[in-house]
């Protein structure tokens, strides 16, 4: 217990120092499933998340997973690679905006009239703005890409046959063109099985307020957050399908969300459809209201995901896709 009561004090020794700016930039690489599921971080799921509980009870099959998502009607994309071995877990993200026109230096100033070194009768020969029967150059505007890059490494211990606790350790990397940063955070987490398929989860991510440095000398500071979740595995002895509720509270331990005025708590949750452990389907709901779903065939050797969401910001910016792959190394015997 003396790891449990460590874990949790933690976040209040950094709470008076840290500052919230909302959401975790790299949610869209949330796995699928966990995503489908109402953006589950307290408990673990098929493919390691970032931020999220890696804990197990039981040791998971030896996989290797890539994920690809085309968000906003595809100008933002992301792509992770994580997989699992023994205690370890570990997750790679990258995610961009490509082709981005930089017009700077592509405006042709002529002034109103449209013609070079005459004098405009209002002035706005040179004057620095795009104004009426001016145009740019199209040869002279050049593109640029912003990217993220994210790296986790998890490890699980197994306190005993019913409870684990697992830490993991992330490195961040933002480069925004004209500006980038680097920054490290810890995550920690508990999984805890009281009876038969009920498991409890607990995760605190950015338990110390992971900080990001950038170039231009600003700090940035992520506060942490608790996340505390519950599944239960429903079966009938006549239907073929299995009913899997998930349930999952959210805190923020350092009050609200100033930015996107979201209060200090809320909660999510979904469920999941199994049939004969072969197809997954998955409904959910998020902190924010937003519906999601998703589906998971699982065969020998692969598993195949799909999600998407239907929020209001993808009727203005389009929609966003999630696609997914698992490779399970275990049944191809290649170690």
């Given at each position: 217990?003396?790891?449990?009561?460590?874990?949790f004090?933690?976040?209040?020794?950094?709470?008076?120092?840290?500052?919230?700016?909302?959401?975790?930039?790299?949610?869209?690489?949330?796995?699928?499933?966990?995503?489908?599921?109402?953006?589950?971080?307290?408990?673990?799921?098929?493919?390691p998340?970032?931020?999220?509980?890696?804990?197990f009870?039981?040791?998971?099959?030896?996989?290797?997973?890539?994920?690809?998502?085309?968000?906003?009607?595809?100008?933002?994309?992301?792509?992770?690679?994580s997989?699992?071995k023994?205690?370890?877990?570990?997750?790679i993200?990258?995610?961009?905006?490509?082709?981005?026109?930089?017009?700077?230096?592509?405006?042709?100033?002529?002034?109103t009239?449209?013609?070079?070194?005459?004098?405009?009768?209002?002035?706005?020969?040179?004057?620095?703005?795009l104004?009426?029967?001016?145009?740019?150059?199209?040869?002279?505007?050049?593109?640029?890409?912003?990217q993220?890059?994210?790296?986790?490494?998890?490890?699980?211990?197994?306190?005993?046959?019913r409870?684990?606790?697992?830490?993991?350790?992330?490195?961040?990397?933002?480069?925004?063109y004209?500006?980038?940063?680097?920054?490290?955070?810890?995550?920690?987490?508990l999984?805890?099985?009281?009876?038969?398929k009920l498991?409890?989860?607990?995760?605190?991510?950015d338990?110390?307020?992971?900080?990001?440095f950038?170039?231009?000398?600003?700090?940035?500071?992520?506060?942490p957050?608790?996340?505390?979740?519950?599944?239960?595995?429903?079966?009938?002895?006549?239907?073929?399908?299995v009913?899997?509720?998930?349930?999952?509270l959210?805190?923020?331990?350092?009050?609200?969300?100033?930015?996107?005025?979201?209060?200090?708590w809320?909660?999510?949750?979904?469920?999941?459809?199994?049939?004969?452990?072969?197809?997954h389907?998955q409904?959910?709901?998020?902190?924010?209201?937003?519906?999601?779903?998703?589906?998971?065939?699982?065969?020998?050797?692969?598993d195949?995901?799909?999600?998407t969401?239907?929020?209001?910001?993808?009727?203005?910016?389009?929609?966003?896709?999630?696609?997914?792959?698992?490779?399970?190394?275990?049944?191809?015997?290649?170690?």
């Open positions: 217990m003396k790891y449990c009561f460590f874990l004090l933690l976040p209040l020794f950094s709470m008076a120092e840290t500052v919230s700016y909302g959401e975790d930039p790299f949610v869209l690489g949330m796995s699928i499933d966990a995503y489908a599921l109402g953006n589950i971080k307290a408990l673990p799921m098929a493919n998340s970032p931020g999220a509980n890696v804990a009870l039981e040791r998971p099959e030896l996989k290797l997973s890539f994920q690809h998502t085309e968000g906003f009607g595809g100008v933002y994309q992301t792509d992770v690679l997989g699992n023994d205690q370890w877990s570990f997750l993200f990258r995610g961009g905006v490509s082709g981005i026109p930089d017009t700077r230096d592509a405006l042709l100033d002529y002034g009239d449209g013609l070079a070194d005459t004098q405009d009768a209002d002035s706005t020969e040179g004057n620095g703005r104004d009426p029967g001016e145009r740019l150059s199209v040869n002279s505007i050049s593109y640029f890409s912003t993220q890059f994210l790296g986790e490494l998890g490890y699980t211990h197994l306190l005993n046959s409870l684990a606790l697992h830490g993991t350790a992330r490195l961040l990397y933002h480069d925004l004209s500006e980038s940063g680097f920054g490290v955070g810890f995550h920690g987490g999984l805890y099985e009281p009876i038969n498991q409890l989860g607990v995760e605190i991510t338990m110390l307020g992971t900080t990001l950038w170039s231009s000398g600003l700090t940035e500071v992520f506060a957050q608790l996340y505390l979740g519950a599944d239960y595995r429903l079966s009938f002895q006549k239907v073929p399908f009913l899997h509720p998930v349930f999952q959210e805190f923020s331990l350092s009050g609200d969300q100033a930015e996107l005025k979201q209060g200090s809320g909660y999510s949750g979904g469920l999941e459809i199994v049939f004969q452990e072969q197809l389907i409904l959910g709901r998020n902190a924010l209201n937003q519906f999601q779903v998703g589906a998971l065939i699982r065969t020998r050797y692969l195949l995901h799909y999600g969401g239907f929020s209001e910001l993808t009727t203005i910016a389009g929609q966003t896709h999630r696609v997914g792959v698992g490779f399970k190394l275990g049944e191809l015997d290649l170690f």
